[in-house]
């Protein structure tokens, strides 16, 4: 579209109305006026008089000098000449340029868009920019013209406007005109669309939005993430030296929620995840900070607390939250968390040992049974300490050979005769002598050493059964029973060892039986189908230990190749004297053996509990009654089936000795 110049009527009047002659004009001479003002002048010659018209002879000055009469005609092509030069340059340009008053009144246009155009240029002229512009951009662009005007100097402004064209961006330089004396004062407005500049510029500031917040927060809950959490902790700690309140940060951690996933599919694990981090949120106050740490563990940071009560009362609302029903396509999902709590005075505190803390504190927590809350204190710190202290100690205990196996043994009830061994490790330590499993291997599984301990104890007794098999103590049936940790059972290589370990010692793989824990089984049972599925395969016995505790049913225990059940000593231990625990042990006998299953009573104490358990049908038993853990060298004495049986059972005590 070509470029245009438009003047408003009311600004030619006022042209018409104040002639300036120029400077060296004389009487009888041609008047040059100028019409309008910049940025174009219009210089046009007056008419002559008729007289001089009607003159044949050259017309003179005054000093009877020849008046060249040609010079309105060349006059009026110079103007044409330099119009048609200033439309070319305008009609090149992309750019709206205007002419406006002080008061931000259209005195001009050129444009070769009107689809750029705020209204058709016929309703532009004579109108200001705040009627067509509406009154912040037309206030703000009447500001900027009175102080370009006052200063002498250009500037520069932006701002957005639907035009025909569509909603676009512009940005206007405004650049004071060099007005004629005796002509209103005015400025040229240049504009210039950039739209396509400021949609880049937006979408560039989005996405370092989304760069930064995804630097900032969690991507699949929401709230902030570790990083995030560091950085608020720090300023909390920061704020300490300006009030008297305490920071509290609690570490929150879900409990079993491996079990979830495996269950229930790792997408009802996420919305779990999402669920936690709303509930936390929502029990918080503004300006506390709800972070996912990792995996199934959160934090939350809080400010203003006045002491270890405030934490307390903290902690058990997060429990509770945490602890509502959650409903997943109709199933009800039991969630519950542990949560290790620091209250904080000092501003000087360092981060990485306040969340070491908080840990510590969680970690208690978990060992006390789960879905309960520890605040962290000078006793816990005494015995994180002591437990560092025997993680050192234990993991030289490893490389310096301080660990032994000793072996319980395992009788049948039927004849007393030795059927197997459970092998159990002890830790030999230089200066505390000799340490049962129950105070070191919660730590080694706590500091990732239990692979290590598993790895060796499978080694040590495949090894020590080879060697009583090579002497001749034992007969062919004779097994050796390994406990297996959760840990080893979700690891792929568990397979792999067992394998090699029965190859490596030339062991029949049925004289291994490996023991499995019931609550490890349920809460691996993702991993663990597979995994015992090969190992059964590898002709190796598997047993479900402490059979009771946790909540699978014979049916289930079944389709994971178990053949062996070892019913757990709580139930043993009230035999003699409740009629409910005998029952049950009598049903569970009853329907392992229609399983094909064997049955083992463990942790026999009384000759009472023995009697009952061969008369329920149980097939094997150990326990103190029958022998304590005893060294490698001391188990070929038991191998001997006992004379004389006067009631069931006996036959096992005469042999083991009590």
Not at 280 to 309: H, P
Not at 466 to 474: F, L, P, T, V
Request: hydrophobic residues 40%.
């Amino acid at each position: 579209m070509g470029t245009s110049h438009i003047r408003s009527d009311n600004e030619a009047e006022r042209g018409a109305s104040a002639p300036r002659r120029l400077a060296g004009t004389a009487q009888g001479q041609p008047e040059i006026k100028e019409l309008g003002h910049p940025p174009i002048q219009v210089l046009m010659a007056k008419r002559t008089t008729v007289a001089n018209r009607e003159q044949r002879t050259p017309p003179t000055g005054q000093n009877g000098a020849p008046v060249d009469v040609g010079a309105p005609r060349r006059a009026t092509e110079v103007r044409r000449d330099s119009e048609a030069r200033l439309q070319a340059l305008l009609s090149s340009l992309d750019d709206l340029v205007f002419e406006l008053d002080e008061d931000g009144t259209y005195l001009g246009i050129w444009t070769g868009d009107d689809t750029l155009l705020a209204a058709p240029r016929s309703k532009l002229l004579g109108r200001t920019v705040r009627e067509l512009l509406g009154d912040e951009i037309g206030l703000c662009l009447t500001s900027i013209i009175g102080h370009v005007l006052e200063t002498g100097c250009s500037e520069t402004c932006e701002y957005r406007l639907k035009v025909p064209a569509g909603t676009r961006w512009f940005q206007g330089r405004i650049t004071p005109i060099a007005a004629s004396q005796g002509l209103p004062r005015s400025v040229c407005l240049l504009v210039r669309d950039i739209t396509l500049q400021k949609l880049t510029e937006v979408a560039r500031d989005q996405a370092e939005a989304q760069l930064r917040h995804q630097a900032l927060y969690d991507g699949l809950t929401g709230v902030a993430n570790r990083l995030a959490l560091m950085d608020r902790l720090s300023q909390a700690l920061v704020a300490l030296d300006r009030s008297r309140g305490r920071v509290g940060l609690f570490f929150v951690d879900l409990d079993n929620f491996k079990a979830i996933n495996d269950s229930h599919g790792h997408d009802a694990g996420d919305r779990v995840l999402i669920e936690v981090g709303r509930r936390l949120s929502r029990i918080s106050r503004r300006g506390d900070t709800v972070a996912r740490f990792g995996g199934d563990e959160f934090v939350l940071l809080r400010s203003n607390l006045r002491d270890g009560d405030d934490a307390r009362l903290i902690a058990s609302r997060a429990l509770r939250a945490i602890g509502e029903r959650f409903v997943r396509k109709g199933t009800d999902l039991t969630v519950t968390g542990s949560i290790g709590a620091v209250v904080i005075a000092d501003p000087l505190a360092d981060p990485g040992v306040l969340l070491q803390q908080a840990d510590i504190a969680l970690y208690e927590a978990k060992g006390a049974g789960r879905d309960c809350f520890r605040v962290f204190d000078s006793d816990l710190h005494a015995r994180a300490t002591a437990s560092r202290d025997l993680d050192k100690a234990l993991r030289r205990a490893v490389d310096n050979k301080e660990l032994f196996l000793l072996y319980q043994p395992l009788f049948a009830l039927e004849d007393g005769s030795l059927r197997g061994a459970e092998a159990l490790v002890r830790w030999r330590h230089p200066e505390r002598g000799v340490i049962l499993p129950a105070d070191f291997i919660p730590v080694a599984e706590a500091r990732g050493l239990i692979g290590v301990i598993d790895t060796f104890v499978l080694d040590e007794a495949c090894r020590q059964l080879a060697q009583w098999m090579s002497e001749g103590h034992h007969p062919a049936n004779f097994t050796v029973s390994v406990n297996v940790s959760g840990t080893q059972l979700s690891d792929p290589a568990l397979v792999d060892r067992v394998a090699s370990a029965i190859k490596c010692h030339g062991i029949a793989p049925s004289q291994l039986c490996l023991e499995i824990t019931e609550t490890a089984l349920i809460g691996e049972l993702g991993d663990a189908a597979t995994t015992l599925a090969a190992l059964s395969k590898l002709g190796v016995l598997l047993a479900l230990d402490d059979f009771g505790t946790g909540y699978s049913t014979l049916a289930h225990v079944q389709r994971l190749n178990v053949d062996i059940l070892k019913i757990d000593r709580s139930f043993v231990d009230q035999i003699g004297g409740s009629d409910r625990d005998r029952e049950i042990i009598g049903a569970i006998t009853a329907m392992a053996h229609a399983l094909g299953m064997l049955v083992v009573g463990e942790g026999i104490e009384t000759h009472r509990q023995l009697g009952e358990l061969t008369a329920l049908g149980c097939d094997e038993g150990q326990g103190f009654l029958l022998a304590r853990p005893l060294p490698p060298d001391q188990i070929a004495a038991f191998n001997r089936p006992a004379r004389h049986a006067p009631h069931h059972g006996a036959a096992v005590a005469a042999t083991a000795g009590t």
